[in-house]
Structure formats: C-alpha cells, structure tokens
T-cell receptor, first 112, second 112 residues
Framework: ETGVTQSPTHLIKTRGQQVTLRCSSQ?????VSWYQQALGQGPQFIFQ???????GRGNFPPRFSGLQFPNYSSELNVNALELDDSALYLC???????????FGQGTRLTVV | GNSVTQMEGPVTLSEEAFLTINCTYT??????LFWYVQYPGEGLQLLLK?????DKGSNKGFEATYRKETTSFHLEKGSVQVSDSAVYFC???????????FGTGTRLKVLA
C-alpha cells in the first residue's frame, strides 16, 4: 500500500507567478485536504475535496484553488504568488470524511 | 471556535530524561485528539491518537491521555533519545468537522 505522495518536493517561484502542486492520495482514500505550514507555525487548513467536490475551505483567498480527479488525486493551484505564500504545503488523504488523515511529505514552496 | 494551545519550545533535555509537552484544547462536542511529529525537512507523521475521553494513545514509548475534565492531551515519554529530536504538534478533529486544528508545535532537542 503506497502512502500519500506529493510532487515536487521543492519549488522556487517568482512573485506574481502561478504554481501547481500535486498529490496522490493513499490507495482507497476518497478525501484529500491541503494545509499550509509557514515556517515555525502549525499547519493551517486550506480546503478539502471529497469525491471531486470541494467540501470545505479555510481562510485563504480565491487565488488558492484546487481540483480532485476521478482517481482521487488532487492539485493545489496558487495564482499571483506573494512572498508570504512561501511555506510547506501538506496534502493529507482520508479513507472517508471525518476519519483520520494521513499526511504526505509536503512540497516546500519558496517565492522570491 | 476550536483551538489548540501547546507549550512553547524549544524544550532541551538530556538523553534518558522524562518528557512532558503540554497541550490543551477548546472544542465543542467530543473531538478526536492527535499528536504528530515532524522531523527536519519532512512532513507530518502520526505519533498517537485518542478518540474519546479517558482513552490513552501510545506509540514508540510516547503516551497521552485524553482528559475531558481538564481539556488536555499532554504528551509524555519516560526516557527520551537523541532520535526523538523533532517538532511535535498537538491537533484536534472536532466531531462532524472536516479539518484538523493544529497547535503551533513544540521543538524538542535531546542532547547525548
């Protein structure tokens, strides 16, 4: 059984650019959540997808958007990057809603 | 709203010392409680969990007991090792909700 995998592991982007981060959920998991972890902070919830539909959203602007595909993999897109978007982005998958989440290793995004 | 408060770090201990990292929470209903560990440059790994009052989660020598009366979930280990050096996050998943609420993390440094 493979775990949650994220790509890329590291990324450097310029302010104003757009970025797409990818996540493959654990086998059989239909729920994917994304979190942003700024340096020295705990992860903050961005949004969750359940069976290809957005199921909830945290306090992030609309330039943070996502998708979930029929195979339950997911993408996080961030437009008009700002310096403060520099963070570790974590993907977590769950077997069903409101069940334990399993986290990937994260993508470290640096905006310069 | 729901929240998690952890003791501030860093916590520096000698090898074989006793560890306590305090965690208290505010939540409606009966949340599930978790401890995650993050090693340098890595994502989050679930360390232990408890889903109802008086449950004790344990793993790799770490323990935490869900105390409803004090709204606490303190992490303990009887004898720490250098390899336990990491950042520890306390988190809750409130019943009927879809997102984890994390504390700010406590950095543990164990010296040989």
């Amino acid at each position: 059984e493979t775990g949650v995998t994220q790509s890329p592991t590291h990324l450097i982007k310029t302010r104003g650019q757009q970025v797409t981060l990818r996540c493959s959920s654990q086998s059989g998991h239909n729920t994917v959540s994304w979190y942003q972890q700024a340096l020295g902070q705990g992860p903050q919830f961005i949004f969750q997808y359940y069976r290809e539909e957005e199921n909830g959203r945290g306090n992030f602007p609309p330039r943070f958007s996502g998708l979930q595909f029929p195979n339950y993999s997911s993408e996080l897109n961030v437009n008009a990057l700002e310096l403060d978007d520099s963070a570790l982005y974590l993907c977590a998958s769950s077997l069903e809603l409101n069940t334990e989440a399993f986290f990937g290793q994260g993508t470290r995004l640096t905006v310069v | 709203g729901n929240s998690v408060t952890q003791m501030e770090g860093p916590v520096t201990l000698s090898e074989e010392a006793f560890l306590t990292i305090n965690c208290t929470y505010t939540a409606t209903g009966y949340p599930s409680l978790f401890w995650y560990v993050q090693y340098p440059g890595e994502g989050l790994q679930l360390l232990l969990k408890a889903t109802k009052a008086d449950d004790k989660g344990s793993n790799k020598g770490f323990e935490a007991t869900y105390r409803k009366e004090t709204t606490s979930f303190h992490l303990e280990k009887g004898s720490v090792q250098v390899s336990d050096s990491a950042v520890y996050f306390c988190a809750l998943l409130a019943s009927g909700t879809y997102k984890y609420i994390f504390g700010t993390g406590t950095r543990l440094k164990v010296l040989a």
